[in-house]
Structure formats: C-alpha cells, structure tokens
C-alpha cells in the first residue's frame, strides 16, 4: 500500500528521456502542464493524450509504474471531481434533493479530471526517468539568476537565496522517501503483530492509532539525519561554495532536439485553441494592409 | 600517522534548558599510535567507548583533554580541520545513514566535488575506487536495492575517492549478515595491503581482528589490553572475563590446556589447532 | 498443536521490474514445544515465510493451518493468530514508543482487550520473564540500553501470551556480551513457559547451542531440516550456500583427513574438547 507512491521513484531504464538534461526535463513538464489549462477543446485534449502517451512509450517505464503515482491521489481526484460535477451551474441534466448535475458540470468535471490525472502521469513521467540528483541540479541550475538576489538584513548581514542549500535538501528528501516508505511498513508491521489495528474505527480512532507508527517513525527520521549529517561532514560536506561537479550539465544536440518538439507541441495546441481566432485574424489581414496602404497613401 | 596522548573525552548530558546535568567519561586518557600502513583493530563492547575514540580522528569529535595528532595535525587546530577529514577518511555503522548519492557512482563523487576536484579527475577517481572495492559493475546502480555488504564496500569507495592515508570504519559489519560482513572485511584488507592505506577498524567481532597487525582492547573508556592478535587471544581467562568472543579453535586449545594437553598459546586458527594435535599425538 | 506450512509460494510485486518469488513450494511442520532454528542469509526468505507465521504476508499459493484450522480460511480470526503466534521483529527497539516501559508492553495485551488493571499484570509478568526488574518500570524506554530495548520489546510481544514465539534475529546488531544475555534468556523462557520458540538467525554457532531442530533456507526454499548434528553434516553444501557451520566442525573434519580417530559430529567447543581429548588419550 504505502510503498505505491511513485513521486520520487526513479525507475533505471536506458531511454532517451533518460538521458536528456534535467532541465529540459523540467521545462518540458512545466510547459506540457501549462498546455493542459490552454487546451480546452476535445482536440486540443486529444494532442495532449497522443503527446504524452508517446513520451510514456519512449521511457520505456512500464505503465503500470507511471498509474501507481494516482492511486495516492485518489482521493482528492475524486473530491474535485465531486465539486465540480455538483455545484458548476448550467442546464440541469439531474436532480436529486440539492444535487444537481448540469451538462457544464459534467464537462467541467471531466476536463478536471482529465486534467489532474494527466498532471500527475506528466510529472510522473519526468521523476520516474530523472534521478533525484539530476533533478536537483537541474532545479539549481535553473534557478541560479537567483543567487545574485540579495535581501539586506542591516549594514553587514545579507539574505541571499539559498539555492545549493535548497537543492541539496531536496536531492537527500528524495533519496530517504524510499528508506522511510519501507521503514514505515517495518514499523506498521511490528506493531501490528502486536495487536494494533490501523484500518477500523473512526477517525479518532484512526488518528490515535497512528501514534504507535508515527512516533517510532520520527525518532528513526531524525537519527537518520543526525547520521547523515555526520557521514556528509565526514566526507569534508561545507556546503556549496568551492564545490566541483562530477555531472556539470552541458547542453547536447539531443536536449535541442527536445525542446523544440516540446515547444512545437505547444504551439500546435496554442494554435489550435486559438485557431479560431487566428485564423479571423488571418482574414482580416487584406483589409488592415488596404488601411495601412490608404494611410501612407494619404501622405503622398 | 595517527598519535594520541591522554585523550578523554566527557559526554554532557543536557536537560531541557540546555544545562549540563551530568557528565559521561566515555574516553579515559588513552594513549596510542598508529603506524602508517598499519592495520590496527579496536575491539570492545558497546559504551565501551571505541567509537567515540573513532570520531576524534576524523575530528568530528574534539577532546576534553589531551590531544590527538593526524599526519602531525592537531585536530584542534580548526584551520586543518579539513584537511584532516581528507586524510583521515571514516565509514560509518549504518550503510543507509551515510550515502548520499542516488545513484552509487554519484554517491562516491561526493567526496572529491567537495574537495573541489575537476570534472575529469573526479570521474577517474570514482571509477579507481569502485574498481578497489569491487563494486564497478554496480556504478550506475541505486543504493537502495544493493545489500548491506555492497553498501558498505561503496561507503568505503566513497572515502577512498578522497586520496585518504588512512580509513578509520566504526562497526562497519554490526548490521551486516557473514556474508556482507567477509566481503567488507576482505576489502578493507586489500586495500591496506595493495594500497598502503592505514586502517583502523572498530568492531565486536574477533573474526575481524584475527588478521590486524594490532589489536587494542577498549573497556571502560580505557585501553585495556594491546598487542598483536596472538598476544591477545592468548589471554582467555581475560577475553572471557571481558566477555568478548574468542575463535573457536583458541577455545579448544584452551580447553584441552585445561585437561592437561600441552598445547602452546596463542592458537587462531583450525590448521594452526590441527598441526599441533598431529605434533603431540605423535608424541604420546 | 502445530503450524503447518503446505506448498506455500510467494512473489513480491508480481509483474514489475522488481518481481521476486521469494518462497518457492514451501513445507514445513512445527510441532509444540520445539526449539527451532530458521537459517538463511539475507534473501533466503526466511523473514518472509516467518511473516507467513502470523498471517502478516498471505501467500500468492498455498495453506497454512494453525492447530488443524486454515488460516486463510472465512472469518478465521487474523488478530486472534497474531496474539497466537508473537513474531518479533528485527531491531525490535525500534517499535517502542509510549513514555514508559510498562505502557510500552502494555500496548498489546491492551490490543486484545484486556482490562488495564490485566494488561498490567500480563505486562509485568512479561518484563520479568525477560529479566527487567520493576525498577525499569517507570523508565523512558528510550534511556535504557540497546540490550535491555531489545528485552522490553520481546516482553511487548510476550505479554500477549502467545503459544509459538518467533524472534526475527534478536542478536542483530548487539555486542557478544548483549548477544549472549539475550539467548541465554530466550532459552530460559522456552524452558519456563514451554512455549515453542522459533530463532531466525544468519548464524549457525549462535544458535546451533540452544535449539533442537535446525531448518536452513537458501533461495526461497528448504534446503535441510533436521537437528544440528544432522544438519552440520552437510558443511561442504552448507558453505556452498554462503553459510558456515560452526568452526569446530571443521576443525573435526581437518583431523580425520589428518588420519586421527575422532567423532566427527562435535558441534560445540566443550564436545570437540571431549572427542579430541578421548583421541589423544587412546592408545594405539
């Protein structure tokens, strides 16, 4: 059960998603979640599906992998869902008592869905093939303009954005989700052979029922970092500064290659959302020349 | 290499407001020297104060008293601090709570990128020291699914890919099964062997320390008993008194002693026990 | 009285890249009252199939039947098995949580719907059993030290009353001195209470001492089972399969190839002592 959680599951494969640059990666993500608010039309969605199910295809990640991340979202999937489905106004198609389901809510709660679920499997898709190292230098990289920002705390002290630092906690977060994830069976297991029941009762129950896991969990958390934080200053850890790296991230013609197709991919669905639009624009056009002509006419 | 004089060390134990109520003497003025090239075993029981003593070499910890040299640096001398930890590389007990790295090649980088190694060379140091430990095939492995042995033998490919003098491994094999805890030992052997690299290495299991060219026995802080392996094991009555474990082959001869065999001391091992039985049957 | 394990197999996330069968067509009977060893390195499955015990896995094929009934069987009480049949875990320190030691071992009888006035009884019954005295009671168990965890844990599990005791490794981790203590004290609880008690260990000298049957698993499978004596006959397969019997096996084996006269079977250091001694006093 626990250990169904993908986020942060890098799954070895020898794909050329894997060996792209993470910040590609990232930018990819980002701009294929943006496509998704853009696209609203069943065609625009129908790019977005082709487009990912490719991407998934060229992982070489198994599928079954890339669903296991919704199982952990279930639940919010379905309250969305739920809010949409009843309180979105429209022709009423249902009622019963206050519910009612209205033909927008329902478009309204499919397109959320579909819009959520491919949400996940697309930020799936980049962590199952990115290992978290690669992320996070990717994410340091990515956000190093913002190292030059600084917020002056008095005459001597400066804030600067702690970039290196953030990453690295990241990196290490995601390397001990797995240790802890196992861990947490470990310990449920224990004290279920002792007795302890976590599934029935009510939500007290439940919570209070949680103490017997949570509390051995923390403490191994903690001298887990109290470890690790020993081992990292052992191996000479001073932080960022004067710090090589083994993988610099270097641009490939690869990583060139991916940004256009993503970008293409974007523009295609921006176009035909808009299509509508442009192409109005697009008639329009001999009749604004004839203006602009008229008026440099009007000089002669 | 590595000198100590009169090393103590006090644990404070804090209550909630921070003030020390008690103090804890784990180290109790320890005097020792470790040869370059030597490898010196430290046996004894959990609190007995041998890992402390462990992370004053890597200056994790800094003495209450006395002093402790690396490489005639005094751990003290915060300027050298990192030096120190260069030269004095350390591996921990738990194999999870001391990798980095998500992937085992990354994990052994991270020593050299903080030392500010190139690129280049960093790369040639990690693919060095996978190859030292036996561990190449598994560079582009994820930690989490190698056994506790395998994640061991990286921790130490990690600190080798820092150029060390000299590896100090606290309890490396308390959580590993025989088989993990043969193939860290045989590692760490070889490299003191074919890589002149110094090793201390703390633990409580006398099959470890059979092959050490030193063993010093810690109880209560304090260096109870030092010399080589023969010298140490030919000492039952203390070993039991202490109660650390004794090979079984010693055990034998002991026994056998007590019958009123006359069998020479300081036995370690089956074919030392066997030549000797042959000799005196031949005897009798 | 008894488990009985029938054609058991199972496979860890069937259909992912990480597929493992880890017990493969697995039978086994265990009899009341029997002392019994569970050996096998790290993935041999012997934590899984201990996990079968309780009902804590359910097997992907096969039966398990607990005093005659079917475990999987409808409506079998799964909850009533686990105070049945006590499985501790590895590291079992690790579970403890609640602020005092008695409330810790309070937890599972509480579990089972005993009274506070009850479960406390049982709880201190249990702590004696495993040698805490009362003055450990009221303590934080996270102060004691890892031997005396490791006791109150057991006792956690104990105080349930179980009929067949499992400990998955109990000496894992702990000095010699802390692993003797602890064996020595399950053995007197077997003898005290009369329960069956089954050892899951990676060592074969640890426990060859104190149990009666041995069952070695290697690959998801069973691949001896009998008592020690019969079992360590097997010490070429057994080292082919990364385990050792005990070193005085050996050193009995190096002497008949030497030519001598000596019951072969010793298992322990005072029975080798005895057989080489008989031999050496022989006459000729």
């Known amino acids: 059960m626990i250990r169904d959680i993908t986020l942060g599951q890098y799954y070895p494969a020898k794909s050329i998603l894997h060996e792209l640059d993470p910040r590609v990666k990232l930018a990819a993500t980002m701009i294929f979640v943006i496509s998704l608010f853009v696209a609203r039309s069943p065609v625009g969605y129908g790019l977005a599906t082709i487009f990912l199910v490719l991407v998934i295809r060229m992982s070489k990640v198994p599928f079954r992998f890339m669903t296991k991340g919704l199982k952990s979202i279930i639940m919010l999937l379905m309250i969305t869902v739920a809010f949409n489905l009843f309180l979105v106004d429209g022709n009423t198609l249902w009622r019963l008592g206050f519910l009612r389901i209205t033909d927008k809510g329902v478009q309204t709660a499919v397109m959320v869905g579909i819009r959520l679920i491919y949400l996940i499997l697309g930020s799936s898709v980049m962590t199952l093939t990115t290992t978290p190292n690669d992320l996070t230098d990717g994410l340091e990289k990515a956000m190093e303009p913002l190292k030059k920002f600084y917020i002056p705390l008095g005459p001597l002290k400066k804030f600067r954005i702690p970039v290196h630092d953030m990453a690295m906690i990241m990196s290490i977060a995601l390397r001990f989700i797995p240790i802890l994830l196992e861990e947490t069976d470990k310990i449920m297991k224990a004290q279920m052979a002792r007795g302890a029941d976590f599934e029935s009762g009510n939500l007290i129950q439940k919570a209070k029922a949680m103490v017997p896991l949570l509390a051995p969990l923390f403490l191994s958390a903690f001298r887990r970092a109290m470890d690790l934080a020993l081992a990292m200053e052992a191996r000479c850890y001073r932080g960022g500064e004067g710090r090589t790296k083994m993988k610099p991230l270097k641009y490939e013609s690869r990583d060139r290659t991916a940004y256009g197709v993503i970008l293409g991919y974007f523009l295609i669905v921006t176009a035909i959302e808009r299509g509508v639009q442009i192409y109005g624009w697009i008639v329009a056009l001999p009749g604004r020349w004839m203006a602009v002509y008229q008026w440099i006419l009007s000089f002669l | 290499m590595i000198r100590a004089e009169k090393l103590t060390f006090d644990y404070e134990k804090l209550d909630e407001t921070g003030q020390a109520v008690s103090m804890k003497r784990a180290v109790d003025g320890v005097d020792l020297e470790v040869r370059s090239g030597e490898f010196v075993a430290i046996l004894g029981h959990n609190g007995s104060g041998k890992s402390t003593l462990a992370k004053h070499i890597n200056a994790i910890l800094l003495p209450t008293e006395g002093t402790l040299w690396v490489d005639g640096m005094d751990t003290k001398d915060e300027n050298r601090l990192w030096d120190i930890r260069q030269d004095a590389g350390m591996v921990f007990q738990n194999p999870d709570n001391q990798i980095i790295g998500t992937v085992v090649e990354e994990d052994v980088g991270f020593g050299p990128e903080n030392l500010g190694v190139p690129t280049d060379e960093i790369w040639r140091r990690v693919e060095e020291s996978l190859q030292a430990v036996g561990m190449l095939k598994y560079r582009k492995h994820s930690p989490n699914r190698l056994s506790g042995g395998q994640k061991q033998r990286v921790a130490i490919a990690g600190v080798m890919a820092m150029h060390p003098r000299c590896i100090v491994l606290d309890e490396p094999t308390a959580m590993l099964d025989p088989h993990g805890r043969r193939s860290v030992i045989r590692t760490v052997q070889k490299l003191n062997k074919e890589e002149q690299i110094t090793v201390i290495l703390i633990t409580h299991y006398m099959e470890e320390v059979i092959e050490a060219d030193r063993v010093f026995v810690m109880d209560d802080g304090k260096v109870v008993m030092q010399g080589t392996p023969k010298e140490i094991f030919s000492q039952v009555d203390r070993l039991k008194e202490l109660r650390l474990d004794v090979p079984q082959a010693t055990l034998v001869a002991y026994e056998l002693q007590k019958r009123g065999f006359p069998l020479p001391d300081g036995i370690l091992s089956n074919e030392e026990l066997v030549e000797e039985l042959c000799r005196l049957k031949s005897k009798m | ?284």
């Open chain 3, 1 to 284: 009285m008894s488990i009985k394990v029938k054609n058991v197999n199972y496979t860890y996330s069937e259909g992912t890249a990480y597929e493992i069968h880890a017990l493969k067509d697995v039978n086994l009977e265990i009899l009341d009252g029997q002392f019994v060893g569970l050996i096998g390195h790290t993935g041999s499955g012997k934590s899984t199939l201990i996990q079968h015990l309780n009902g804590l896995i359910r097997a992907t094929e096969g039966k398990i039947y607990f005093n005659g009934r079917d475990i999987y069987g409808e409506k079998y009480p799964l909850k009533e098995l686990r105070s049945k049949v006590g499985l501790v875990f590895q590291y079992p320190e690790y579970q403890l949580f609640e602020t005092d030691v008695l409330k810790d071992v309070c937890f599972g009888p509480k579990n089972l719907g005993y009274s506070q006035e009850e479960a406390e009884k049982k709880a201190k019954e249990a702590l004696r059993m495993v040698g805490m005295g009362e003055e450990y009671d009221q303590s934080s168990p996270f102060e004691l030290s890892g031997g005396q965890k490791r006791r109150v844990a057991i006792a956690g599990v104990l105080a349930m009353e179980p009929e067949v005791l499992i400990l998955d490794e109990p000496t894992a981790g702990l000095d010699p001195r802390g692993r003797d203590e602890i064996l020595d004290q399950i053995s007197y609880l077997k003898r005290e209470r009369g329960i069956t008690v089954i050892l899951v260990s990676h060592s074969m000298e640890d426990v060859a001492r104190y149990v009666d049957r041995l069952i070695v698993m290697n690959q998801g499978q069973v691949r001896f089972d009998g008592t020690p004596r019969e079992v360590f006959r097997h010490y070429q397969e057994l080292r082919e399969i990364g385990l050792d019997a005990p070193q005085v096996t050996y050193l009995m084996k190096s002497l008949k190839e030497k030519g001598a006269h000596v019951d072969v079977d010793a298992t322990t250091v005072e029975e080798a002592a005895d057989a080489i001694a008989a031999w050496l006093k022989e006459r000729e």
